[in-house]
């Protein structure tokens, strides 16, 4: 007997995670329990956060940046995976998404301390070199390390990894229609029961208010945003970005208003937003096209391009 929509059981789920939110949104049939699921999908992210937390003293993550150069660091597979996609994201956009800004993101008070003149010095006389040439993996023996000091970062990434587990969780529980998201970061599995995909809003990439740029019907794939407009410093009377450029070890200072990123997968949307935000429109959208990636650039001055 084929259910009907009045079988099901809406189910909004969430908690807090990773300075802000993650939620769930799923249907059951009549007597599910959600209680299980709420409780494994708040443990997932914990994991993650206690994990790849920059600003959590004894995450692994920081384990990792403050082990001496060439030790290596047995690390967790899940931050293993997380690491080896950011390497290969940073391959593959040629350095413009980097989780080794770990310093210049702290110097400029974008990390857990504040804005530091001497850091900011440093962050930006230092010769980088990109994480993919000096982090080494062996995925075998779950561990790494560094061949250069250098300080990662993974806030360009985790959230998006973070909703993959929570996706994960839903199909471990037999929920196979869904949409999870934490902060700007969503994937869906399935449609709604009316056989219609999630519906997602692109925000305007305004300060002063929160406002749909358009809309996008989201099925059996994940979207991220990155943007300019929600979390930045002010520096001689000028709005510096909070995305890092790796080249300089220092903010943008023309970046796209936004960059809406659409994958398979969440932690690849999440890092290739941030990647296109580095790259900005004409080479992040020739890119985009060479790999098959959908992006959406929204621009200050003249709305948006695809």
């Known amino acids: 007997m084929q259910?009907?929509?009045?079988d099901l059981t809406r189910h909004a789920l969430n908690g807090a995670t990773m300075g802000t939110r993650w939620s769930a949104l799923f249907y059951g049939p009549s007597g599910f329990d959600p209680a299980p699921v709420h409780t494994a999908m708040a443990n997932a992210v914990t994991e993650v956060d206690q994990q790849m937390s920059s600003w959590k003293q004894d995450s692994d993550l920081n384990r990792l940046n403050?082990?001496?150069v060439g030790i290596w660091v047995e690390l967790p597979k899940q931050l293993m995976t997380v690491l080896e996609a950011g390497l290969a994201i940073g391959h593959a956009s040629d350095g413009a998404f980097d989780i080794g800004m770990g310093d210049a993101v702290t110097a400029w008070g974008f990390g857990p301390r504040q804005a530091d003149e001497a850091r900011i010095k440093a962050a930006r006389r230092e010769r980088r070199y990109p994480a993919y040439d000096i982090l080494e993996l062996d995925r075998a023996k779950s561990r790494a390390r560094k061949h250069r000091d250098?300080?990662?970062?993974l806030n360009g990434i985790a959230k998006g990894y973070g909703v993959d587990r929570l996706t994960e969780i839903a199909l471990q529980h037999?929920?196979?229609?869904?949409?999870?998201?934490?902060?700007?970061?969503?994937?869906?599995?399935g449609t709604q029961p009316d056989g219609y995909g999630w519906t997602i809003a692109v925000e305007m990439p305004d300060l002063t208010m929160r406002a749909p740029h358009?809309?996008?019907?989201?099925?059996?794939?994940?979207?991220?945003?990155s943007g300019d407009y929600r979390h930045w410093i002010e520096v001689a009377g000028r709005r510096l970005s909070h995305t890092?450029?790796?080249?300089r070890g220092m903010p943008l200072t023309q970046p796209p208003a936004s960059v809406t990123v659409i994958a398979r997968d969440c932690m690849s949307a999440d890092a290739w937003a941030t990647a296109m935000m580095v790259l900005g429109e004409e080479r992040g959208?020739?890119?985009?096209?060479?790999?098959g990636l959908?992006?959406?650039?929204?621009?200050?001055?003249?709305g948006s391009l695809l």
């Open 3 to 6: 259910k009907t929509f009045t």
């Open 66 to 68: 403050a082990a001496p």
């Open 150 to 153: 250098a300080c990662f970062d």
């Open 174 to 189: 037999g929920i196979t229609a869904g949409l999870f998201a934490i902060d700007g970061e969503l994937r869906a599995i």
């Open 214 to 225: 358009s809309i996008l019907e989201l099925q059996d794939a994940a979207v991220a945003t």
């Open 244 to 247: 890092i450029d790796p080249r």
């Open 285 to 291: 959208l020739a890119l985009a096209e060479k790999l």
């Open 294 to 302: 959908s992006a959406l650039f929204l621009q200050h001055d003249a």
